[in-house]
């Protein structure tokens, strides 16, 4: 049975390469038959048709359309007018062995990460492991890129400055 259904696919395919083969391309255009009588000559153009060029009004709505900017002040970074720093948290854990455990990966970074103890209303503890504070975005986004790279997703988090 398999090999009547691969014998069928195989003449399908040889017959579609065939019929491919017999269609005229789209690229060269065809040539009718040559006609046995020669051609009738064109009405000869006038001198007006001669010189006409496309009608392309490009060249007069340019001036009409320009477009003068307004002055606009350059942008020109001052000192940081943000009253917070941004604190990257890595991971909370229960145990402060495996917050440890967390910063010393965050540290074969090159990130220098701390570990913070909370303590809930509940009385439950948890180690908070985080990096930073970082006074602009672009240097939290490089740590950001360094903990993704190992597999940690952070959450960002503003917390007021100091000093």
């Known amino acids: 049975m398999k090999w009547i259904l691969s014998l069928a696919t195989v003449g399908g395919f040889i017959g579609f390469i065939v019929y491919l083969n017999s269609v005229p391309t789209g690229n ?3 040539q009718p038959p040559a006609a046995k009588n020669p051609p009738l000559q064109q009405p000869a153009q006038t001198a007006k048709q ?4 496309p009608g392309f009004r490009f060249y007069e709505m340019l001036p009409e359309s320009e477009v003068v900017p307004s002055n606009v002040e350059e942008y020109t970074p001052g000192p940081s007018k943000q009253d917070f720093d941004y604190l990257v948290q890595s991971g909370s854990f229960r145990s402060q062995e495996d917050a440890e455990r ?3 990966q965050i540290a074969f970074q090159g990130l220098r990460a701390s570990v913070q103890r909370i303590e809930l209303d509940s009385g439950s ?3 908070r492991v985080n990096v930073g504070p970082f006074k602009s975005r672009s240097q939290m986004n490089s ?3 360094k903990l993704v ?3 940690i997703q952070p959450l960002i988090r503003k917390v007021p400055k100091q000093g």
């Open 28 to 30: 060269a255009p065809q």
């Open 50 to 53: 001669k010189e006409q060029k």
């Open 102 to 104: 967390q910063r010393a």
């Open 125 to 127: 503890v948890w180690y």
């Open 143 to 145: 740590a950001i890129d």
């Open 149 to 151: 790279s190992i597999n």
